[in-house]
């Protein structure tokens, strides 16, 4: 078992699960909380990639729920249980909220645009289709009353309704693989 995953994702997450968690976040983290350019170094992100320098800006805020510009021992065990075990519809109200840049609850194109050219970069997608035809391919999907916004219920109920939509929307499950992967090389 690594990083607190069990045989069952059902499963509560055991002490001694917690114990081995904390142990290996106070390696990496002496200090007790773990800082942006901290979670940049872990995941290997380059200062040169502005892109993959905004997404895991973006990743970090959204686990830093009290907004303190660290993430403290409780905030990662919540973001490891999110990622690697959360329902579906708790991950996808995760992705929804890392994409709402402004967090006004709502999507408008630009949010969109600015999530696929990021998920472009850093899966090195190959497609045939343009961030703009992306983007327009999930607003003819997911824009229900066509008003040019794409409200949490549009994004869950889009998202479950088509799997294309589903890949790229989740970004969680893409992120999980990658947040085992380079967490482990660190630790």
């Keep these: 078992m690594t990083m607190g995953q069990s045989e069952s994702g059902e499963q509560e997450v055991e002490l001694s699960q917690i114990q081995e968690l904390y142990t290996t976040f106070m390696q990496v983290c002496p200090s007790g909380t773990l800082h942006l350019y901290e979670f940049r170094r872990i995941f290997g992100i380059q200062s040169t990639s ?104 549009e994004f869950m109920e889009g998202a479950q309704k088509d799997e294309w939509l589903m890949d790229l929307l989740k970004l969680d499950v893409n992120a999980s693989g990658w947040f085992i992967k380079n967490w482990k090389k660190k630790s």
């Design 50 to 153: 502005e892109e993959e320098s905004l997404y895991i800006e973006t990743i970090f805020r959204s686990f830093d729920t009290n907004r303190d510009n660290a993430i403290d021992f409780m905030e990662y065990v919540a973001a490891l249980h999110l990622v690697l075990r959360g329902k579906l519809e708790d991950r996808l109200k995760w992705s929804f909220k890392v994409y709402d840049r402004d967090g006004n609850g709502r999507l408008d194109r630009s949010e969109v645009k600015h999530i696929i050219r990021i998920i472009y970069k850093i899966k090195k997608t190959e497609t045939d289709m343009t961030p703009n035809e992306v983007c327009d391919r999930i607003f003819e999907l997911v824009d229900q009353n066509k008003d040019g916004q794409i409200s949490l219920s």
